[in-house]
């Protein structure tokens, strides 16, 4: 369902797995971790910037914006062909036209295994730049997003894992708190706030 060659040998059962997921997506609301997130953003006196590995828009309905989707998202087609974007149907199907090229050559437009996540350089631009990198929610498995911490640390920023439980790379961090996002989230946006 998540490979380049999963979609050619079958296209049809990708798009309805996909068409399964954006329903899912549409009926699913942001929790306090993602609110608190756009609080932060709102109320931090310099910039916060979000890159998420999920692909639905919980940041967005939280109230964050410009949230940097590195795996894509669920809400968006790509022409295999010719490499337009627009928004996804309700319903993708195999035959469904590219708006650009007229091609019936539309998938979802989700990073899939094997492919390279979006905007990595201005990602690693930001990470050259950043005073704080918090990971939250992750497994610390999946690069290149694991390898963030390094970049943040060489850039001299202070690194925080929020997370239910330690992650395989939770000794790169400086400090690590663990529990539900919904608690450890909102309390440590609190204490940045505080602090500023």
Known sequence: MATPEGFARDPALVHAFYNARRVQAAQAHPNAAHRALARLQRDWPGEVVIVTQNVDGLHEAGGASGVIHMHGTL???????????????????????????????????????????????????????????????????????????????????????????????VSSFDEAIFGPATQVVPAWVDRLLDQR
């Open 75 to 169: 809400a968006g087609a790509l022409c295999a062909a010719c490499g337009h974007r627009w928004p996804a149907p309700a319903e993708m199907a195999v035959d469904e036209p590219c708006p650009a090229c007229a091609g019936p050559t539309a998938r979802p437009d989700i990073v899939w295994f094997g492919e390279m996540p979006y905007f990595m350089d201005q990602i690693y631009g930001h990470l050259a730049q950043a005073d704080v990198f918090a990971a939250i929610g992750t497994s610390g498995q999946v690069y290149p997003a694991a390898a963030f911490v390094h970049e943040a640390t060489a850039a001299g920023a202070r690194t925080v894992e929020l997370n239910l439980e330690p992650s395989v790379g």
